[in-house]
Each structure stands twice: as structure tokens, then as C-alpha cells.
């Protein structure tokens, strides 16, 4: 079953914007994880970011963690359309990691 | 650079039929996972390997099977392949003790 959630199932924004997006969580963790997976390809490991962190960049990406409110957010600065794909939260919990269901973003030239 | 690949990227079957997918694994991974993707449910947990000829249950084992007869290689078996069975199939691969995994391509099975 899943454990993230993201937040909004689908995103369109135009080149040059930034976009957000939210995963929600239920259980404890022991980190956090994005993904990205192009239209019909595998899942392409974005970013960790463990329990004890609260937030963490690379490049245009910035993940920040609040686990008090058990929720993620992803931020992809100065988007392209090269970003479009589909982005994924999994949480690890020690036991398991568990994928949400997506969001879709859509980055128009 | 890790590397993760699936025999097929497309597969059309048909109902019964018994059907291999294969994924191997170059970088002596002891973990190897397979999960099925389908819209809005995310991906599923099928079956998972910590070593070779290990096997566990994930969240929806059946109808399906898996062999890890060597470490480089998880096969994921449908014993009699049914038309719910239309999926995309990812596998993939992690050393232990760490969380990250390294996905293959993905297969897009359809049972007709």
C-alpha cells in the first residue's frame, strides 16, 4: 500500500517558473526520497533527505522535510522543459520503502 | 555508473500463458526488487531478494513468482498470465543497508 502522498496529482506551469510539489506521509521514517521517471522509462533517483534533516539542495532542486507534520516538499527552480516528467516521494521507514502515487508536472516552452 | 536492465521493453501475452521477465544487475547489488506500476496507485511492491536463492513477499505477491538463482539476476515469473496482470513492470537494484534504488527501463506487459 502506499505510504507518500504528493501533492497535486498533476502540475502545468510554463519555462522559467518554479514549481512545488508536496508529498504527505503517515508513519515514522528514517528518510525521504524523490524520484523522477520520464513518460513510459524507469525512476531516476533525485534527491535523500534524512529524518534528522530539514532541508537539502542539489542544483536546482531543494527538498525540505518537516517530520513533525510528516510532510516533504520538492522545488525545481527556474524549470525547463526537459523537467517535464512524472516526480515520486518514497519513504523509508527501516522496514520498507513505500512509493506515492506522483505528480505529474508539465513544463510548457 | 550503475546499470539496470529488463529483457523487453514491450510484451503482449496471452491470457495463460506463463511469462519471464528478467532484469539483471551490473554493480553486485545484494538487493533486488520488482514492483508494477499502474495509474494512480503508484508503484507496488511484487517480490524482493536480499541474496541470492532469498525471496520475500511484497504487497501484492499473487499470481506472480521470482527466481535469483545468481546475484546479478531477479526473474519475475506469472505462472498463468491473466488479463489484470497488464502492467509496467520495474525492477530494481540496491547495495544493503542503503535506501536508494537504481531502476531498469521497465517492461509494459499486456495480457490479452
Known amino acids: 500500500s502506499q505510504q507518500g502522498e504528493e501533492d497535486p496529482q498533476a502540475l502545468s506551469i510554463q519555462e522559467g517558473e518554479n514549481a512545488t510539489m508536496n508529498c504527505s506521509y503517515k508513519t515514522s521514517i528514517n528518510n525521504l526520497q524523490w524520484y523522477r521517471q520520464n513518460s513510459g522509462r524507469g525512476l531516476v533517483h533525485l534527491i535523500l533527505?534524512?529524518?534528522?534533516?530539514r532541508e537539502k539542495h542539489s542544483g536546482r532542486l531543494r527538498v525540505t522535510l518537516d517530520t513533525s507534520k510528516k510532510s516533504s516538499s520538492l522545488l525545481i527552480t527556474a524549470s525547463r522543459a526537459a523537467d517535464t516528467a512524472s516526480y515520486f516521494c518514497?519513504?523509508?521507514?527501516?522496514?520498507?520503502?513505500?512509493f506515492g502515487a506522483g505528480t505529474r508536472l508539465t513544463v510548457k516552452p | 555508473d550503475v546499470k539496470v536492465t529488463q529483457s523487453s521493453r514491450y510484451l503482449v501475452k496471452r491470457t495463460g500463458e506463463k511469462v519471464f521477465l528478467e532484469c539483471v544487475q551490473d554493480m553486485d547489488h545484494e538487493n533486488m526488487f520488482w514492483y508494477r506500476q499502474d495509474p494512480g496507485l503508484g508503484l507496488r511492491l511484487i517480490y524482493f531478494?536480499?541474496?541470492?536463492?532469498?525471496?520475500e513477499k511484497g504487497d501484492i505477491p499473487e499470481g506472480y513468482s521470482v527466481s535469483r538463482e545468481k546475484k546479478e539476476r531477479f526473474s519475475l515469473i506469472l505462472e498463468s498470465a491473466s488479463t489484470n496482470q497488464t502492467s509496467m513492470y520495474l525492477c530494481?537494484?540496491?547495495?544493503?543497508?542503503?535506501?536508494?534504488?537504481?531502476f531498469g527501463p521497465g517492461t509494459r506487459l499486456t495480457v490479452l
Open positions: 533527505i534524512r529524518s534528522n534533516e
Open positions: 531478494s536480499y541474496d541470492v536463492k532469498m525471496k
Open positions: 518514497a519513504t523509508d521507514s527501516g522496514d520498507d520503502m513505500r
Open positions: 530494481a537494484s540496491s547495495p544493503p543497508y542503503l535506501a536508494t534504488q537504481y
